[in-house]
């Protein structure tokens, strides 16, 4: 007999979640975005913030937040695709915040990532370091990517702050330890769908133990979804299931998740979600 999936939980109506970690630019959801978007809705999940990773995805998440109110955009340079990025890279970028700023929310994705050096660490840690500075001159809150990178990660961020406009550390993958050092550079710890897996252990005690003013949400879609979804695309009506995972190991409700990450995600990028 076929195993049905496990619906997705119920949040009361005056709950929602924000989305604070997704990739809609990405050519999965080209076809469906329209649907994407309402499943969100309909699921209690008000806004969704679209990530840059680089110029091109900067530019195509902010032309979605143009035409879908529930959706804001960053933009940014991805520890990947820094070698491809020179002076006038980061000219344009500037220009581009400039010129949408109602639109844009925060910067990033940046940081370092070691598990998949497209491009030396030194050039990673070079590019990092002149992002940060200018996320600060541009008064923007920093998304950080850190793979396989924290001590340096952690350096930088202490050597280039203090961070007026806070941050947020995406997708986190450290242990305890390290999510401490994190909140007190008065950055958020954001938990995805990681949590409710099997082996993500480490995960779910930093989920369990970190206060809940400190956690914000995401779905990092399309990668990365949870149970029962894993290895299929993610999709931003799935952060139910990471809520759910974060109210089961704190032992409090769905709806304080709910309240509480989406309150944290709209004081750090500085914005009121749309009804």
């Known amino acids: 007999m076929k195993k049905t999936k ?5 949040l009361q109506a005056d709950s929602f979640l924000i989305d604070s970690h997704c990739h809609l630019d990405m050519s999965c959801y080209e076809e469906d975005l329209g649907q994407v978007l309402a499943r969100a809705k309909s699921n209690g999940v008000r806004s969704i913030i679209t990530i840059g990773i680089d110029e091109k995805s900067s530019k195509t998440a ?3 937040a143009k035409h879908h109110s529930m959706i804001k ?3 940014g340079i991805h520890p990947h695709d820094v ?3 020179d002076n006038s890279t980061y000219t344009r970028l500037k220009q581009l915040v400039s010129d949408n700023r109602e639109h844009i929310v925060g910067y990033g994705e940046i940081g370092l990532d070691y598990a998949k050096q497209y491009a030396e660490p030194a050039l990673q840690k070079k590019a990092f370091h002149k992002q940060l500075l200018l996320a600060k001159e541009l ?3 920093v998304i950080i990517h850190d793979r396989e990178a924290h001590d340096d990660t952690l350096k930088s961020l202490q050597l280039n702050g203090p961070f007026p406009n806070g941050g947020v550390m995406h997708c986190f993958s450290g242990d305890m330890d ?3 050092k994190i909140i007190d550079l008065g950055f958020f710890i954001s938990i995805p769908g990681v949590v409710t897996f099997k082996n993500g252990v480490d995960l779910q005690e930093v989920a369990k133990h ?3 003013n400190s956690l914000i949400l995401e779905t990092d879609g399309p990668f990365l979804a949870p149970v029962p979804w894993r290895g299929k695309r993610n999709e931003s009506s799935y952060l139910l299931y990471t809520a759910e995972k974060v109210a089961e190991l704190k032992k409090i409700s769905l709806e304080e998740v709910a309240d509480t990450t989406s309150e944290n995600v709209a004081r750090l990028f500085n914005y009121s979600p749309r009804d």
């Open 210 to 212: 970190i206060p809940l």
């Open 139 to 141: 008064c923007l809150p």
């Open 83 to 85: 070698k491809s990025a």
């Open 6 to 10: 496990r619906p997705l939980p119920v």
């Open 73 to 75: 955009a960053t933009v």
């Open 62 to 64: 902010i032309e979605l």
């Open 178 to 180: 390290f999510a401490k």
